[in-house]
Antibody
Framework: QLQLQESGPGLVKPSETLSLTCTVS??????????WVWIRQPPGKGLEWIGNIFYSGNIFYNPSLRSRVTISVDTSKNQFSLRLISVTAADTAVYYC?????????????WGQGTLVTVPS | QSALTQPASVSGSPGQSVTISCTGTSSDVGTYNFVSWYQQFPGKAPKLIIYDVSKRPSGDSDRFSGSKSGNTASLTISGLQAEDEADYYC??????????FGGGTKLTVL
């Protein structure tokens, strides 16, 4: 059974950089059938797609966040990561990592449990 | 890339059917049959309930069904049960390996 687990600081100061890692277990991150994705959800609000990465390094970002976001992959550790620079209180959210089925379709089939990152105002 | 439009809330009594709409544009819902729906309980990660507009994951309840017409996708929950009370989100492929979510709909079972 595939499992994804987010890790990283739960508190980030304004103007600093948010860094999270997603560790994938029970399956390989190096598959052509999947993208690996970051999604966030501010408290009491809806889901926001942040960006996808393919194991080879191809990356696709939400245009609204592109200038501040970097997603990377480390196939040797079966992990992928998120960096968000210059954070503000508006970046406070539960951050999820997930897997996208992309072979002739597009949907999220496995999700991490999510991790709350707070940026104080 | 704008969020897909969902009603903020819907409600229904046990045994009834409810439908949640998800309106996008010709750049996402209207062009691609890659609309998926997710159910989310408080404090939990979303769970896939419909993919490719109308397909259900293996073993999942057939009380959930999906459809699409033009730029609007819909999720119908039939035989409403108290356990269906949750938030529901649609998501569409929007081209160039990008995706967009709806704003979410809170389902209340009366």
């Amino acid at each position: 059974q595939l499992q994804l687990q987010e890790s990283g600081p739960g508190l980030v100061k304004p103007s600093e950089t948010l860094s999270l890692t997603c560790t994938v277990s029970g399956g390989s991150i190096s598959s052509s059938s999947y993208y690996w994705v970051w999604i966030r959800q501010p408290p009491g609000k809806g889901l926001e797609w942040i960006g996808n990465i393919f194991y080879s390094g191809n990356i696709f970002y939400n245009p609204s966040l592109r200038s501040r976001v970097t997603i990377s992959v480390d196939t040797s550790k079966n992990q992928f990561s998120l960096r968000l620079i210059s954070v503000t209180a508006a970046d406070t959210a539960v951050y999820y990592c997930a897997r996208i089925q992309r072979a002739g379709t597009y949907y999220f089939d496995y999700w991490g449990q999510g991790t709350l990152v707070t940026v104080p105002s | 890339q704008s969020a897909l439009t969902q009603p903020a809330s819907v409600s229904g009594s046990p045994g009834q059917s409810v439908t949640i709409s998800c309106t996008g544009t010709s750049s996402d819902v209207g062009t691609y049959n890659f609309v998926s729906w997710y159910q989310q309980f408080p404090g939990k990660a979303p769970k896939l309930i419909i993919y490719d507009v109308s397909k259900r994951p293996s073993g999942d309840s057939d009380r959930f069904s999906g459809s699409k017409s033009g730029n609007t996708a819909s999720l119908t929950i039939s035989g409403l049960q108290a356990e269906d009370e949750a938030d529901y989100y649609c998501c569409s492929y929007a081209g160039s390996s990008t995706l967009v979510f709806g704003g979410g709909t809170k389902l209340t079972v009366l």
